[in-house]
């Protein structure tokens, strides 16, 4: 059975532009959500989507957004970079939504480096 | 305010020495916590979920118990592989986000 895919491993960016990060969960499973790592502020929880809606929100500035596709496939989106944005951003999926406990199996993640 | 505290930041064992990790948290009302296990360029992986306390789960070498204000990873005889740093995170019953510890980071030496 794959894993969590998220595409592209590794991204150099300019301040001011914006960045598109993908994510193929596992088959079967509808729950996407995305984190920010950093070795500063450790995990942090940005948003999660189920059946194509977002469920969940973290506190991070609207600049931040996301969406899921029918498939589950989910896009996260980042306008107007910003250097504090350098972080590894991880994607996780889980059969069911984050409010049922279910187990969340992640993918490598997209490594971000805005420079 | 939730919180998550996880200590210590490293650990330095040898191989066979058996120890514990410690998470800390406060929460309003504790709906779940869950400790992963994150290998260098990889992302985490799910190890357990424990739900209320005096709960207790295994796994090889490793098992986790839970109070109600921490929660422990014992790691029996370890081994070079469970190098890695632990992750530990919590779900609150108001707010379903995952809220995550800094991690330890544990360094077996053969």
């Known amino acids: 059975k794959a894993g969590v895919t998220q595409t592209p491993r590794y991204l150099i960016k300019t301040r001011g532009q914006q960045v598109t990060l993908s994510c193929s969960p596992i088959s079967g499973h509808r729950s996407v959500s995305w984190y920010q790592q950093t070795p500063g502020q450790g995990l942090q929880f940005l948003f999660e989507?189920?059946?194509?809606?977002?469920?969940n929100k973290g506190n991070f500035p609207g600049r931040f957004s996301g969406r899921q596709f029918s498939n589950s496939r989910s896009e996260m989106n980042v306008s107007t970079l910003e250097l504090g944005d350098s972080a590894l951003y991880l994607c996780?999926?889980?059969?069911?939504?984050?409010?049922?406990?279910?187990?969340?199996?992640f993918g490598q993640g997209t490594r971000l480096t805005v420079v | 305010e939730d919180q998550v505290t996880q200590s210590p930041e490293a650990l330095r064992l040898q191989e066979g020495e058996s120890s514990s990790l410690n998470c800390s948290y406060t929460?309003?009302?504790?709906?779940?916590l869950f400790w992963y296990r994150q290998d260098p360029g990889k992302g985490p992986e799910f190890l357990f979920t424990?739900?209320?306390?005096?709960e207790e789960k295994e796994k090889e070498r490793l098992k986790a118990t839970l109070t109600k204000k921490e929660s422990f990873l014992h790691i029996t005889a370890p081994k070079p592989e469970d190098s890695a740093t632990y992750l530990c995170a919590v779900q609150a019953n108001s707010n379903y986000q995952l809220i995550w510890g800094a991690g330890t980071k544990l360094i077996i030496k053969p």
């Open positions: 424990l739900y209320s306390a005096g």
């Open positions: 996780a999926s889980s059969p069911g939504q984050l409010l049922t406990n279910t187990e969340a199996f």
């Open positions: 989507y189920f059946s194509e809606t977002q469920r």
């Open positions: 929460v309003s009302g504790l709906r779940g």
